[in-house]
């Protein structure tokens, strides 16, 4: 892998949705509606789910004989960022149609070089006419209050609607060609790189490089271990009562909390982890950093107290 020239990178707009086969679909929908995912399609195996945003969808549930991550799929900028990665990136699929998939587009597919996970890459899709907008809160402070007299906060309990997919983490068993891969192939930069003892980098927090436009601090991060293995993905709801609203729902619901309540540093995200039906991990999150290209590669040991600043104490298993 070292070495690597390309022609220029693929620039990648945002992440779009992710794939996962379940062998028990039913109790797999079941977990989907509870996390605050709207089932929009059913066609043969797959059943689609959108979130309120205008992203047609944001995750697809296949029903197959085992468990499995098929991986998350990137938005390109144009046709040509298409036609560049079918062209370029080794083993990569031709350009394909998504005709089966709400808001159709095409799409690229290859697998990571070293772990061989999916990667998809798509383009012109529809999007939804209308986005749903949820009522922005006020809240009172001790020296500022927003709330006049009568201006009661009352809340219904249900599921925290899903606005859109965040990020999604992998495990990969070599990170050093895993970070050259990403990061010239693509606009990935990363926000926060964490290094072990001797100095080696970890971890790393990318996000998309797009100038002067803020994106969100992370949409795909990797951090190095024995196995490769998909480890979250994580999707944006609307605030802090409706993600606490969520966490109770799921409780209540009887599904098995992973990890959160807590604040995260690298992202600030306010974070909420949960098992699903077939064990992976899914995260509501609300409040993440924002960042444009002034915003230089933070460096840091890699540590668990780099994790969060409040919650629950880290499950011990929780980066295995």
């Known amino acids: 892998m070292t070495g690597i020239v390309v022609e220029r990178k693929i620039n990648l707009v945002r992440v779009a949705h992710v794939y996962y086969t379940h062998k028990d679909i039913e109790t797999a929908r079941r977990f989907l509606d509870d996390f ?63 005709t089966d998939a709400p808001g159709g587009g095409r799409c690229v597919t290859f697998h990571d070089p070293v772990d061989n996970f999916p990667f998809h890459l798509v383009h012109g899709q529809t999007q939804l006419d209308e986005e749903i907008v949820l009522p922005e809160l006020n809240f009172n402070f001790p020296g500022n209050k927003n709330r006049g007299g009568g201006q009661y906060q009352r809340f219904d309990k249900r599921p925290a609607p899903v606005h859109k997919l965040g990020h999604f983490g992998m495990c990969v068993t070599n990170f050093d060609k895993a970070f050259e891969f990403y990061t010239s192939r693509f606009n990935f930069y990363p926000s926060d790189l964490g290094h072990n003892p001797e100095g080696k980098n970890v971890i790393a927090f990318n996000r998309l490089m797009r100038g002067k436009e803020l994106v969100d601090h992370h949409t795909f991060f990797f951090f190095e271990g024995p196995k490769a293995h998909v480890h979250h993905s994580s999707f944006e709801t609307h605030d802090f009562d409706t993600q606490v609203l969520g966490h109770d729902w799921l409780r209540h619901r009887g599904w098995e909390n992973c990890w959160g309540i807590g604040r995260h540093v690298m992202g600030s995200q306010i974070f909420d982890y949960w098992f699903d039906a077939s064990k992976f991990i899914l995260e509501h999150y609300v409040d993440g950093d924002l960042c444009n290209d002034s915003q230089e590669t933070v460096v840091s040991e890699a540590s668990h107290k780099n994790l969060y600043v409040w919650g629950p104490d880290l499950p011990p298993t929780f980066l295995e």
């Open 36 to 98: 605050g995912l709207k089932e929009c399609k059913r066609f043969g195996n797959k059943t689609y789910y959108r979130g309120y945003s205008r992203e047609p969808f944001l995750y697809c549930a296949i029903e197959g004989d085992e468990p499995s991550f098929g991986g998350a799929a990137f938005v390109v900028e144009t046709p040509e960022d298409l036609e560049l990665a079918s062209r370029t990136i080794p083993g990569a699929s031709e350009i394909y149609d998504l």
